[in-house]
């Protein structure tokens, strides 16, 4: 299943190409998007480490069927890439995101999880969508719980900002539909 560009009321998430590397290599390397984000993401960020993730972890997942990745575009300027987001057919990380601070605060992400859960639960067919986060990510963890994802396991996780407590949050197709009807 390729990834398909999916609109919503505000926004445009379009598949992610590699020409996106460009401003994600400008927008993303900032202590505020990238201090609770998994270890394996390079700090300090390395000039042309966008390029080798969009090229070689991203659309590489495209081409083997175990990821959708998205660039989040507002719909008052859709040559702006404001975020990324993702779903991955990977055990207990199936959801990633990131939006740079100026457009936080608006339930913009909200509104592309929404989106892509969709897309995850009614076209691909899956059962259960599962989305690990460190425990002091305060805004994410309010976004799970506001979209009736609930918590499921902690653990100890290496984040860039170093080893935090973390959760593991879910919700299956049965209850995202169901809370999709209400």
Same mark, same amino acid.
């Given at each position: 299943?390729?990834?398909?560009?999916?609109?919503?009321?505000r926004?445009i998430?379009?598949?992610?190409?590699s020409?996106? /590397?460009i401003q994600?290599? !400008?927008?993303?390397p !900032?202590?505020?998007i990238?201090?609770?984000?998994i /270890?394996?993401?390079p700090?300090?960020f390395?000039?042309g /480490?966008?390029q080798h993730y969009?090229d070689n972890? %991203?659309?590489?997942?495209?081409?083997?069927?175990?990821g959708?990745?998205?660039s +989040?575009r507002?719909k008052?300027?859709?040559?702006?890439?404001i $975020?990324v987001?993702s779903?991955?057919?990977?055990?207990?990380?199936n959801r990633?995101?990131?939006?740079?601070?100026?457009?936080?605060?608006?339930?913009?992400?909200s509104?592309a999880c929404e989106a892509?859960?969709?897309?995850?639960?009614?076209?691909? $067919?899956?059962?259960v969508l599962?989305a690990?986060k460190a %425990?002091?990510n305060?805004?994410?963890?309010?976004?799970?719980?506001?979209?009736g994802?609930?918590?499921? !396991?902690?653990?100890?996780?290496?984040?860039v900002?170093?080893?935090?407590?973390?959760?593991?949050?879910e919700i299956?197709?049965?209850e995202?539909? !169901? +809370?999709?009807?209400?």
């Open positions: 299943m390729t990834t398909p560009e999916i609109i919503t009321s926004l998430l379009r598949p992610l190409c020409e996106d /590397a994600i290599q !400008r927008k993303f !900032r202590w505020e990238v201090r609770y984000l /270890a394996s993401v700090w300090p390395p000039d /480490a966008a969009v972890v %991203a659309l590489e997942a495209s081409r083997n069927g175990k959708w990745f998205w +989040l507002h008052d300027n859709d040559q702006e890439l $975020g987001i779903l991955m057919d990977l055990p207990d990380n990633g995101f990131w939006l740079v601070p100026e457009f936080q605060g608006q339930g913009l992400m509104e892509v859960n969709h897309f995850w639960f009614e076209t691909l $067919g899956k059962e599962r690990p %425990a002091v305060d805004r994410s963890r309010q976004l799970s719980s506001r979209s994802m609930r918590l499921v !396991r902690t653990e100890k996780a290496q984040y900002s170093g080893e935090l407590d973390s959760e593991l949050w299956t197709r049965e995202w539909r !169901r +809370l999709a009807r209400e």
